[in-house]
């Protein structure tokens, strides 16, 4: 499956975004749904994840309660909701697939481009 993110930019903090992951194909549905972020000089951080199975989500301690992931099977499309947002939030953002209901980057296969998200102070 291939993926597209889209929906960064800059924002002042407290401020919201929702980032979008557009899939092709006809199999989105059969794929846990990820979003990781990767800041300067930092690694890849695992941000949430639904599970393809039951919706079921899972997120970060550091996002909890601000982000709210989401899908459409019917649009072939992820989201991730990010409200309250932080300037510690600040990195390029990742979408995922991954066949299995992980939370580690490693098993995810396919991979979209990043989509960068700023926050100011």
């Known amino acids: 499956v291939q993926l597209q993110a889209s929906g960064g930019g800059l924002v002042q903090a407290g401020g919201s975004l929702r980032l979008s992951c557009a899939a092709s194909g006809r199999t989105f549905s059969r794929y846990t749904m990820g979003w990781f972020r990767q800041a300067p000089g930092k690694e890849r951080e695992f941000v949430s994840n639904i599970v393809q199975s039951d919706a079921s989500a899972n997120y970060a301690d550091s996002v909890k309660g601000r982000f709210t992931i989401s899908r459409d099977n019917a649009k072939n499309t992820a989201y991730l909701q990010m409200n309250s947002l932080k300037p510690e939030d600040t990195a390029v953002y990742y979408c995922?697939?991954?066949?299995?209901?992980?939370?580690?980057?490693?098993?995810?296969?396919?991979w979209g481009q990043g989509t960068q998200v700023t926050v100011s102070s």
């Open positions: 995922a697939a991954s066949v299995m209901p992980s939370i580690v980057a490693r098993t995810y296969s396919s």
